[in-house]
């Protein structure tokens, strides 16, 4: 066992320096370390499919499908232009009111989808009002962030964390964390707003010309979009009443997806199974597989109990180091292999002595949702607005990102470290 416990680790850290080089796709690499675990014997098929959570893939598709197909009616292309004009075509209210929707939407939707369709509207704005578009994707990076963390369904940590520990509600994410995203997230803007206050100032004239835009213009197809609207509200109240219904989110998501199909007609289905993004989705399966090798092999206990030595068993002190290894990991090294590695540990920890886990988990999620905002690889939504900006001829240098994000994401761990403390641990 001691030998595949070696191997097991040897694998998994390939495996992750493969992933951080970026040399070859992440999803190629993840899958090839999970297979490989079986290859070579440390698992068998068997048991690493049942470590695959399908809950948290069926959760990602079902919420995929949805907003692909309402993305086609153009709501988010409305719904910025309309706030770009209710804020009378001034630059600063409106780098705030995106923002704003991206963070709310990235809550209630999902971090990843809700960049694909805030990147390219940003765009058209900052082109009408001749201003540097950099300031504006930084800014939503950061909130869709800040947003995702407040939900179950806003970032894949969180989907991840919620579909492993079943007690967890859909409630029970807004309850804990969505007063404190939402302070993080007015504290980032203010500061982000003063930061970039000179460059994003432009002329009347160009002010003016965002007001000449028709926000109704963009809804292209209001059929689809009532469908799409009744299908968000039976899903998302599903979410909020999964547990008393006795259903998983992703039966909930899934339900959801297939009723909006349903609505659509067949015209819409292979469209929207071909717009999931299915790397991202085996990206999971490997990765899932590949921590199977760790968990087998007994290498997550013992991680479990060397983290329980290291505090004492204390529970404040281990709450912090999750919540600080958390950011700090997620900052350098995308955040969905780390939490991956990290909740069979946490669960590990219940086994060994400390009743209450809830402080872990919240800790887990803030540090690893918030920490991706720490450089430009850290999350998955700072890598897809890193390439569009490039397509754009607009690169986000990884030094730039790196000079305003991480300062501001130590920023919010230092005031979640405060929430932790006084909400879970006097």
């Known amino acids: ?37 079986v290859v070579v014997g ?5 048991t690493a499919l049942h470590h695959i959570d399908f809950n948290t893939l069926g959760l990602l598709v079902g919420m995929m499908i949805i907003v692909t197909v309402t993305g086609k009616t153009g709501l988010f292309k409305y719904l910025a232009i309309l706030s770009a004009k209710r804020a009378n075509g001034d630059p600063v209210k409106i780098f705030i009111s995106l923002s704003l929707i991206t963070a709310v939407a990235s809550a209630l939707l999902d971090n990843v989808t809700t960049v694909l369709l805030m990147v390219p509207v940003t765009f058209s704005i900052t082109r009408q ?10 800014s939503e990076i950061l909130a869709s962030n800040i947003g995702g963390t407040a939900t179950l369904i806003g970032d894949p940590p969180n989907i991840m964390i919620g579909s492993a520990v ?18 993080i997230l007015l504290v980032t803007i203010a500061i982000l707003v003063v930061f970039y206050r000179k460059q994003i100032q432009t002329a009347k004239e160009f002010q003016a ?14 059929r689809l979009l009532k469908k799409c609207l009744f299908v968000l509200a039976v899903t998302i109240g599903g979410f909020f009443l999964h547990q008393l219904l006795h259903l998983e989110s992703a039966t909930v998501a899934l339900f959801g997806a297939f009723l909006l199909l349903m609505l659509t007609g067949e015209h819409e289905l292979e469209d929207s199974l071909a717009k999931v993004e299915w790397t991202t989705i085996f990206f999971f399966i490997g990765l899932f597989a590949l921590v199977s090798g ?19 068993g204390n529970l404040t002190a281990t709450a912090m180091l999750i919540l600080w290894l958390s950011a700090i ?25 400390l009743a209450n886990l809830e402080p ?67």
């Open 42 to 46: 440390i698992v068998d098929q068997e």
């Open 294 to 312: 760790l968990m087998e092999t007994g290498v997550i206990s013992t991680m479990a109990q060397q983290a329980i030595d290291l505090t004492g």
């Open 209 to 222: 010309s965002i007001m000449e835009l028709n926000a109704k213009d963009e809804l292209t197809d209001i």
């Open 1 to 37: 066992m001691e030998q595949q416990a070696i191997l097991a680790i040897g694998i998994f850290l390939l495996t992750y320096a493969l992933i951080i080089s970026e040399k070859i796709h992440r999803t190629i690499v993840a899958m090839a370390g999970g297979i490989l675990m």
């Open 360 to 426: 872990l988990w919240w800790s887990l999620a803030l540090g690893a949702c918030l920490g991706g905002n720490g450089s430009l690889i850290g999350a998955s939504a700072n890598v897809i607005v890193a390439g569009l900006a490039a397509k754009e001829g607009q690169p986000i240098s990884f030094l730039k990102f790196l000079w305003i994000g991480f300062p501001l994401m130590i920023l919010s761990i230092l005031i979640s470290t405060v929430y932790v403390y006084l909400r879970y641990l006097m």
């Open 329 to 353: 990991a997620s900052a350098f090294v995308d955040n969905i292999p780390f939490v991956a590695t990290m909740i069979p540990m946490i669960k590990e920890m219940g086994t060994m002595g």
């Open 166 to 183: 079943t007690e967890l509600s859909f409630m029970d994410f807004i309850a804990n964390l969505a007063a404190v995203s939402a302070l």
């Open 129 to 138: 009002l001749r201003v540097p578009p950099i300031p504006f994707l930084i």
